[in-house]
């Protein structure tokens, strides 16, 4: 299976409430260009080879609502299929204490004596990717195994994730968009692209950002037009008019027909 195959499953569709609430009903925060992605286990001796993990889940759900309702952001069982389930989601979780509200937690639903499959790994990796590329945790986030967050006390996330810590933090992958070398950039400039600013939000900021990140460099992702994207903007617009100061880009805090042209430029002559 690819990994452009691997599906987040909606934590509605696995059984759990819609909402995401702390253990007094309070509505969690939602979680967006966050520090830290933590890798955990389930830390007992049952061995989940075969168990479905939206089951095991909701299982999960049953035994924490009271204390933490939604402890974990996202979990991966040990199957080969697409599914990674969504629990916390985008929203505050409580898998690490003093960090939950800067960080997403992965549960692999792996006893002690389980080993990380090859799947697993992808996935792990992918999920990373997709939360960088859509904005949820920032271009260059800390990765770590729970036991090694600030403050943790546990030997979490096992041995076996140490094994493989080094293939889970392969370097950042956009897992969808622009494939230069098939020269599907040509498309975007026979497009009319509207005027965009700070806190865009569509495929229009999405070209902007891939554009930036893969033509010049910058530490942009996502569709989104947020802080990275204007400093990727504006580090642009100083190279530009510092190389041709008889065509100057004056837009100043937005992208419009002048950026656009300097964009479809870059994507298309390098």
Request: hydrophobic letters at 35%; aromatic letters at 12%.
């Amino acid at each position: 299976m690819s990994e452009s195959e691997f599906r987040i499953v909606p934590r509605t569709e696995i059984g759990l409430p819609e909402k995401v609430t702390s253990s007094s009903g309070l509505a969690r925060q939602p979680l967006i260009n966050e520090q830290f992605f933590t890798v955990h286990y389930t830390g007992n001796n049952i061995d989940y080879t075969g168990s479905d993990g939206a089951k095991v889940v909701l299982q999960i759900q049953r035994v924490f609502a009271r204390t933490k309702p939604f402890e974990y952001n996202y979990a991966i069982d040990q199957s080969n299929d697409e599914r990674i389930f969504e629990y916390a989601g985008k929203f505050q979780a409580a898998h690490s204490a003093g960090e939950n509200h800067d960080s997403f937690g992965v549960l692999l639903i792996n006893g002690i004596h389980d080993s990380v499959t090859d799947t697993q790994v992808r996935k792990l990796q992918w999920l990373r990717d997709v939360l960088i590329y859509t904005g949820l945790l920032r271009p260059q986030p800390e990765q770590r195994p729970h036991k090694f967050m600030p403050g943790a006390r546990t030997a979490c996330a096992g041995p076996y994730v140490d094994a493989r810590w080094n293939e889970i933090v392969r370097p950042y992958q956009a897992p969808v968009r622009y494939d230069p070398a098939a020269n599907e950039w040509a498309i975007w400039p026979e497009v009319t692209k509207p005027t965009i600013q700070f806190n865009h939000r569509g495929p229009e900021a999405l070209y902007l950002n891939d554009a930036l990140r893969v033509k010049a460099g910058q530490l942009t992702c996502g569709d989104i037009y947020n802080q990275s994207t204007m400093q990727g903007v504006n580090n642009l617009k100083m190279w530009w008019n510092g190389h041709y100061p008889s065509l100057p880009i004056d837009e100043v805090s937005f992208v419009g027909p002048q950026m656009w042209g300097v964009i479809d430029w870059l994507t298309t002559s390098q």
